[in-house]
Every structure is written in structure tokens, then in C-alpha cells.
């Protein structure tokens, strides 16, 4: 590789650093082809990136990142997967894939540029809710109110409504 190609490679990664702050490495040592094609399709379908890259250019371009707290986890085969904005996804996928797969091992990573890691960390991510969950759950938590009014304000119209059919039917059976 020729060395402007890596000062290149270097820009492009600490670039793709700075912008995703949710980082994990894996070693992914005894994937086969198709394991690793799938992995990368099952991230992807996530919202997250999934790259190979060289450790030494990838220590080099982590500088001056959220990344640059898990360097030295640029050891052997490592795969680097990466989402912008969803953390708990990525780690899901990566879990359920390393059940599958144990041949891909979780090492450790970064969720927002700050806090570090570890396998059983993104295992205890993993099983958090996600972030279409939470979505939902706090619209119920917001909608749950309004709901109880509107039933609160319907049920004396409802008693009186009923009140009258009652009578009503009272009434037509006393006649027949």
C-alpha cells in the first residue's frame, strides 16, 4: 500500500470516527465468507457500518476521537462496527449474531464518545431497550393522560345515555 494511499486511509477513518461516536470492536478470527457477508448485512440493516481495517492505521486515525479510548483494542483481526445515532441496536445485533456465531468475539467499545465498554458491557447493552421501544414508551407515557380525560369526561354522558335506554326498555315492556 502506498503510503499517500494510507495517509488517505487515515483521514477517511478519523473522519468516520469523529462523526460516530457509538463504536465496537470484535474479532471476528474463524469467520467464514459468507458468515462475515452476513454480519455485514445484519449491521447494515441496523443503520450501522461494519469495516476491516488495519490496527495500525486505525490507532492512528482513532487520535483526537471517542474512539482513541478503546486504541488499544487494535489487535489482531478486528472488525470495527459503528452507528451514528443508536447504540443499543448495534450492540443487539452484534449480540444475537455472536450467539449464532461464537466464532465473532466481542472485545469492547465506546457509546458516545465517552463511556468504555467491555463484552459483558455491550452484552448489558444489548438488552436494554431500544430506541423505537423507548419511542413508544414514552408516547404512551405522554398520551396515557389525555386518554383518561377524554374517558373521565364521556362516562357521565354515557350513564345518562344508559339511563335513558334503560328506562326506555323499561317503559316498551310494561306496554306489551
Do not use: W
Request: charged share 25%.
Amino acid at each position: 500500500m502506498l503510503r499517500s494511499d494510507k495517509v488517505r486511509m487515515v483521514e477517511g477513518l478519523a473522519a468516520d470516527f469523529a462523526k460516530t461516536p457509538n463504536v465496537f470492536l470484535a474479532s471476528y478470527r474463524g469467520l467464514t465468507a459468507n458468515q462475515s457477508t452476513e454480519l455485514r448485512r445484519r449491521v447494515r440493516i441496523a443503520g450501522g457500518t461494519l469495516r476491516v481495517v488495519k490496527n495500525r492505521l486505525a490507532k492512528r486515525a482513532s487520535a483526537g476521537t471517542g474512539t482513541e479510548k478503546i486504541r488499544d483494542g487494535f489487535a489482531g483481526m478486528i472488525a470495527v462496527a459503528a452507528h451514528e445515532s443508536d447504540p443499543v441496536g448495534l450492540a443487539k445485533v452484534l449480540t444475537e449474531f455472536a450467539k449464532d456465531n461464537p466464532q465473532l468475539d466481542l472485545l469492547s467499545g465506546v457509546i458516545d464518545a465517552q463511556q468504555v465498554v467491555d463484552a459483558a458491557g455491550v452484552k448489558q447493552l444489548s438488552s436494554l431497550p431500544g430506541l423505537p421501544e423507548l419511542r413508544a414508551q414514552l408516547l404512551a407515557l405522554v398520551n396515557t393522560p389525555a386518554t383518561m380525560l377524554v374517558r373521565l369526561l364521556n362516562t357521565p354522558g354515557g350513564q345518562v345515555a344508559r339511563a335513558i335506554d334503560a328506562r326506555r326498555e323499561n317503559l316498551e315492556g310494561g306496554e306489551g
